[in-house]
Each structure stands twice: as structure tokens, then as C-alpha cells.
């Protein structure tokens, strides 16, 4: 399971990595709740396979790690949410040039309480409970019941991702704000009332809940999370890249990292881990910041067509 466990893995990668960090190419990843599992796993694998490398991963939300790679207090900085133009500025006015590179997909996953008899919502919907517009569940189809939101706190990713893609507005004040996805999953265990968001990765392992089916509007089908196929082609309407932002074209042990990241075994680890491996247009975008096509992108040059809102660093 991926709550107990892998806190503790992450402590363990934490001790090993403090007692590197004299290592003079030590890599710091700092930022998304979302990631962090994921990329810690990368990290060990990626140690594993290269004796004498160190990259420490902490956490602590996409704009915590933005922020840090603003003040070069960062290598990468772990994103699920894109960067903002003003972080842009604020990047550019300390010197640093935020580049992307797009690691997985994740299908944002709707959860309730295994004992709720939901099973499915609208986009529509979903905004409109998130913004307390819709407070009991008998206003979509389930029991007699005001409806009990948790979703997470300012500075994540995740939490802007929703405001801007779902709800197309604000939260409602009655929200709980939780420290995680992990906290998330284990909140609605014990609130049978409760709704969350969690990304696929935790979806997949988490028990004693249920994934809702999400449809993009009321007259198209009903979708799940789990199915590459319905969520790289967009059938399942909540998905989203999961980023990496750096400054400028990396270099040494940063682009190494990201190198195999982006490889055949850094994506089956993705995979491994409940998200999803990027598709070739992806690959192509990452090729180019990295410079592993002899062409390094700019803002003019081809970024994928979803993913053009807040592109402001290219």
C-alpha cells in the first residue's frame, strides 16, 4: 500500500541523500504531493543504477517547488499544475529560465466513501459541489445527506488544477484543506458524507473507498480513471501532464535524470507506480528542452495542444 510504506522509503532515500549531500552533483527535487511518490521511486532506481549519484525529493506542494526553483534553492522542481505567468517573471527577474519537461499523465480521480451508492458525476457537477453550490447528495441521485468536501491546500498544484479545469471558480469556504493525497484517501474512510480528488497513483492503491466515473457532460459517456486508452484520448475529461520545471537546458546529473526518466525503464516505472507513460508528442516536446534532438525550444517552436495554457516558460 502506498501510505506507511513509502513515507518511510522516503525517509530512508531523505537520510541517504543527507549523507550525500556533500556530493558535488547532488540534485534537489522539491514540490508536488503528487509526484512526490513517483519520482522518489525514480530517484532509487536511478541511484541504484549509478553508484555515487544523490538526489534528495521532498515535497511540500507544486508551489513550493516552483518557488524554490525560482530562488535556486532547487534543481527540479515537481509540478502538477503548469507555471504561472507571474512565477515566470518572478523566475526571469532572479536570472533563472523555467523549462519544461512533461514526465506522466494523471487522470485526477473523483473518491468517495465505498459506502456511498454514488457511482458517477458530471464535470458540471463535480464544479458545482466543489464551489457548495451542490450540498447534498440527494441533489445527485445518492442518500439524504449534506456533502462533507476535502480537497487540498492553496499551495498545491492539484488544488489550482481544479479551480481552473473543474470548477471554473472558487471553493466553497466549508472546504477541508488536507496536507495530501494520502490524507485525502484516508479522511473519506471514516466520512461516509465525504467527496475528494486524488491523483490515479493513489487511486488505484487506496482502499475502504470508490472511484467515481466522470462524464464531460450529461449527455456523453461515463468514464473511469483507470484505462490508458479512455485517458489518453481524453474520453475520461479530468487528465492533466505531471511537470518538471528547470532552469534553462539542463545539464550533468540533472539532465542524466531526467533522461532516464524519460526513457523506456524511468516510464515503466510511471507506469508501476498508477500513472500514466506520455505519449510520442510528449516525448518529442522533451526531446527538444533537453536538447537531445540537436534542437533546443523556444516559446515559438511546437508545444502540444493541450497543454498551451500558462506555457509561458516554453
Do not use: H
Not at 19 to 39: C, H, R, W
Request: net charge neutral; glycine share 12%; aromatic share 8%.
Amino acid at each position: 500500500m502506498m501510505g506507511i510504506g513509502r513515507i518511510l522509503t522516503a525517509a530512508a532515500v531523505a537520510v541517504m541523500c543527507a549523507q550525500l549531500s556533500f556530493a558535488e552533483d547532488m540534485v534537489q527535487i522539491k514540490g508536488s504531493d503528487t509526484l512526490i511518490n513517483m519520482v522518489q521511486k525514480l530517484a532509487e532506481v536511478y541511484m541504484a543504477k549509478q553508484p555515487g549519484s544523490a538526489i534528495a525529493v521532498t515535497g511540500g506542494g507544486s508551489g513550493t517547488g516552483i518557488a524554490g526553483l525560482i530562488n535556486k534553492r532547487c534543481d527540479i522542481a515537481n509540478a502538477s499544475r503548469q507555471i504561472k505567468g507571474s512565477e515566470v517573471a518572478q523566475a526571469n527577474d532572479k536570472g533563472v529560465d523555467p523549462k519544461r519537461i512533461v514526465i506522466a499523465i494523471d487522470a485526477l480521480s473523483i473518491i468517495v466513501s465505498a459506502e456511498n451508492p454514488v457511482d458517477k458525476l458530471t464535470v458540471d457537477q463535480i464544479g458545482k459541489i466543489y464551489r457548495g453550490e451542490i450540498k447534498n447528495w440527494n441533489e445527485v441521485g445518492g442518500e439524504n445527506m449534506p456533502i462533507s468536501l476535502y480537497g487540498r491546500q492553496s499551495n498545491s498544484g492539484t488544488y489550482d488544477f481544479m479551480k481552473e479545469n473543474v470548477m471554473f471558480g472558487e471553493y466553497s469556504p466549508n472546504l477541508k484543506s488536507m496536507n495530501g493525497n494520502a490524507q485525502i484517501a484516508e479522511s473519506l474512510k471514516q466520512d461516509k458524507s465525504g467527496i475528494g480528488y486524488v491523483g490515479v497513483g493513489y487511486a488505484k492503491e487506496a482502499t475502504g473507498m470508490k472511484v467515481l466515473k466522470v462524464a464531460a457532460t450529461g449527455s456523453t459517456k461515463y468514464y473511469g480513471p483507470f484505462d490508458p486508452l479512455d485517458v489518453k484520448s481524453g474520453r475520461y475529461p479530468i487528465t492533466r501532464p505531471l511537470n518538471q520545471y528547470i532552469n534553462g537546458t539542463p545539464k550533468g546529473a540533472v539532465k542524466d535524470f531526467l533522461v532516464f526518466e524519460l526513457s523506456q525503464a524511468g516510464q515503466a516505472i510511471v507506469a508501476q507506480e498508477g500513472f500514466f507513460a506520455i505519449p510520442d508528442e510528449y516525448q518529442n516536446y522533451n526531446a527538444q528542452t533537453l536538447g537531445t534532438t540537436g534542437i533546443i525550444r523556444d516559446d515559438s517552436m511546437m508545444r502540444p495542444v493541450d497543454l498551451d495554457v500558462n506555457d509561458s516558460a516554453g
